[in-house]
T-cell receptor
Framework: AQSVSQHNHHVILSEAASLELGCNYS??????LFWYVQYPGQHLQLLLK??????LVKGIKGFEAEFIKSKFSFNLRKPSVQWSDTAEYFC???????????FGTGTRLTIIP | DAGITQSPRYKITETGRQVTLMCHQT?????MFWYRQDLGHGLRLIYY???????DKGEVPDGYVVSRSKTENFPLTLESATRSQTSVYFC????????????FGPGTRLTVL
């Protein structure tokens, strides 16, 4: 069965620091990959997605992610974080076999002003 | 543009009671999903539906019942609530296209006493 791993459970950074959140997926075939963000008390919103083509994907709010097929990874990055980036971040992979998204357990990001 | 709505947003109930959480989407998306979000587990799929009158189990279906008589509605019923079902429940929807984004509702915070 497909799985998604997010190894960083809680990340604490100061404002203006650079961010990289790890995401690894297990499926070896075609994958669609997503990063969602959940701000405190809110629902999940799409940050960015990868289907095909350029492995470097740019999303909203200055976030980007790089798909590295050989490493089964789709890490999320931002060069300079802001206090407003404090949220929980979820990586997800779309399984073409069962047409469902598989989510990682999430990474809680806390930005210190 | 209402998108996807859930009701109630907050619910407190007692063990053994039946509870129904409502989900409504205005996009005529064919796919709808119910997830629960718990600390340390991320998002886990309870049930999903590919179209009206078609439903299927996800990872954690025990204790839950769903129906989908109309495309736009996907209610989730806890037939006899247990304390372990205390959680935040998110409904989501997606079009039939596998590359489309999955959109989430605002969530229902359920407490079972």
């Amino acid at each position: 069965a497909q799985s998604v791993s997010q190894h960083n459970h809680h990340v604490i950074l100061s404002e203006a620091a650079s961010l990289e959140l790890g995401c690894n997926y297990s499926y070896g075939g075609t994958v669609n990959l997503f990063w969602y963000v959940q701000y405190p008390g809110q629902h999940l919103q799409l940050l960015l997605k990868y289907f095909s083509g350029d492995p470097l994907v740019k999303g909203i709010k200055g976030f980007e992610a790089e798909f590295i097929k050989s490493k089964f990874s789709f890490n999320l990055r931002k060069p300079s974080v802001q206090w407003s980036d404090t949220a929980e971040y979820f990586c997800a992979a779309f399984n073409f076999g069962n047409e469902k998204l598989t989510f990682g357990t999430g990474t809680r990001l806390t930005i210190i002003p | 543009d209402a998108g996807i709505t859930q009701s109630p947003r907050y619910k407190i109930t007692e063990t053994g009671r039946q509870v129904t959480l409502m989900c409504h989407q205005t996009w005529s998306h064919s796919y709808m999903f119910w997830y629960r979000q718990d600390l340390g587990h991320g998002l886990r799929l309870i049930y999903y539906s590919a179209a009206a009158d078609i439903t299927d189990k996800g990872e954690v279906p025990d204790g839950y019942v769903v129906s989908r008589s109309k495309t736009e509605n996907f209610p989730l019923t806890l037939e006899s609530a247990t304390r372990s079902q205390t959680s935040v429940y998110f409904c989501a929807s997606r079009s039939g296209t596998s590359t489309d984004t999955q959109y989430f509702g605002p969530g229902t915070r359920l407490t079972v006493l």
